[in-house]
Nanobody, 126 residues
Framework: VQLQASGGGLAQAGGSLRLSCAPS????????IAWFRQAPGKEREFVAG?????????YYGDSVKGRFTISTDNAKNTVYLQMNSLRPEDTAVYYC???????????????????WGQGTQVTVSS
C-alpha cells in the first residue's frame, strides 16, 4: 500500500493550504492516519491524526491546535489536513503516515506508524 500525499506549496504567513493523503488500496483500513512534519535540522514532529473509518477521533500537536484541522472523506478515500493561519515556523516537509494498529497513548509516536507517504514541502513566507 502506498500513501499518496499532495497539496504542499508556498503560502504567506496568515494564509492557508490543504494537504491530501490517499491510500492506493481502497481496502486498506489502518487504525489511524496522521501527518508528521520535519523541518531542516529538527526532529520529526506529530501534527495531526485521525481514526480512519471508526468515528473520526482526532488528535493534534500543541503547535497546531486551533489552526489545523484533519478530516476524512471516505467516499474519496482521502484524509485532508486543512492548515489555516500559517506561520513561518510551519515550514517543513509534511509526511502522511498510517498505523494499522496503535494504542491511543502512542498516536503521536512516529515509531507506531509503518506506512509512510512521500513528503510534500510546505513553505510559509513572512
Amino acid at each position: 500500500v502506498q500513501l499518496q500525499a499532495s497539496g504542499g506549496g508556498l503560502a504567506q504567513a496568515g494564509g492557508s493550504l490543504r494537504l491530501s493523503c490517499a491510500p492506493s488500496d481502497r481496502t486498506f483500513s489502518p487504525r489511524v492516519i496522521a501527518w508528521f512534519r520535519q523541518a531542516p535540522g529538527k526532529e520529526r514532529e506529530f501534527v495531526a491524526g485521525i481514526r480512519w473509518r471508526s468515528g473520526g477521533t482526532t488528535y493534534y500537536g500543541d503547535s497546531v491546535k486551533g489552526r489545523f484541522t484533519i478530516s476524512t472523506d471516505n467516499a474519496k478515500n482521502t484524509v485532508y489536513l486543512q492548515m489555516n493561519s500559517l506561520r513561518p515556523e510551519d515550514t517543513a516537509v509534511y509526511y502522511c503516515a498510517a498505523a494499522p494498529g496503535v494504542i491511543t497513548s502512542q498516536t503521536m509516536n512516529d515509531r507506531a506508524y509503518s506506512y509512510w507517504g512521500q513528503g510534500t514541502q510546505v513553505t510559509v513566507s513572512s
